[in-house]
């Protein structure tokens, strides 16, 4: 069965400061993974995605991961947050027909000090 | 333009009553799925619709029911609501190969 594992329920960084989320997955043929963002009472905005190729892959405000297969990791990164990255963060893997839909870490809550 | 929208954004309630949440999408794909949000945050697939087939269906209540009367819509329908089904529903699209685009959710809450 697939699993996704964000070990992290809370983190808290300054602004300005880099920042690293982490990852675990656990899936049985070749995974497409996904991070997402939702801010309080929205939905959830997709920040980047790995399919196939580069392991590192850029995303939508400043965002990259990095994909280690030998790892099974797929932490999300920011050289220097910003106070509106204050959110939640899930990673997600999947397969590549997409109808199974994707299985959801359970959130990373990043807090961010002034 | 909206890509995935769902309604309504609130939903109030009160426990045994029936209830409906539509989800339209107008992205042109090919599934549909309909995601449970509990107060934890945690997001589990309830149902995903391909080509008007129901693909999925992880063990949800048969008080729940989804239909589809076309691609571009997926409704949720829900009977004798319980306090347990409070929670945020988020109706999300996507086709083959590429990521899965959400709505913005409905917060069921059952007094």
């Known amino acids: 069965a697939q699993s996704v594992t964000q070990p992290d329920i809370h983190i808290t960084v300054s602004e300005g400061a880099s920042l690293e989320l982490r990852c675990n997955y656990s899936y049985g043929a070749t995974p497409y993974l996904f991070w997402y963002v939702q801010s309080p009472g929205q939905g959830l905005q997709l920040l980047l995605k790995?399919?196939?190729?580069?392991?590192l892959v850029q995303g939508i405000k400043g965002f990259e991961a990095e994909f280690k297969r030998s790892q099974s990791s797929f932490n999300l990164r920011k050289p220097s947050v910003h106070w509106s990255d204050a959110a939640e963060y899930f990673c997600?893997?999947?397969?590549?027909?997409?109808?199974?839909?994707?299985?959801f870490g359970k959130g990373t809550h990043l807090i961010i000090q002034p | 333009d909206t890509a995935v929208s769902q309604t309504p954004k609130y939903l109030v309630t009160q426990m045994g009553n029936d209830k409906s949440i539509k989800c339209e999408q107008n992205l042109g794909h090919d599934t549909m799925y309909w995601y449970k949000q509990d107060s934890k945050k945690f997001l589990k697939i309830m149902f995903s619709?391909?080509?008007?087939?129901?693909?999925i269906n992880e063990t949800v209540p048969n008080r729940f029911s989804p239909k589809s009367p076309d691609k571009a819509h997926l409704n949720l329908h829900i009977n004798s609501l319980e306090l347990g089904d409070s929670a945020v529903y988020f109706c999300?699209?996507?086709?083959?190969?590429?990521?899965?685009?959400f709505g913005n959710g409905t917060r069921l809450t059952v007094t």
């Open positions: 999300a699209s996507s086709r083959t190969d590429s990521p899965l685009h």
């Open positions: 790995y399919f196939s190729g580069d392991t």
């Open positions: 619709y391909n080509n008007k087939e129901l693909i």
């Open positions: 997600a893997v999947g397969g590549r027909g997409g109808a199974d839909g994707l299985t």
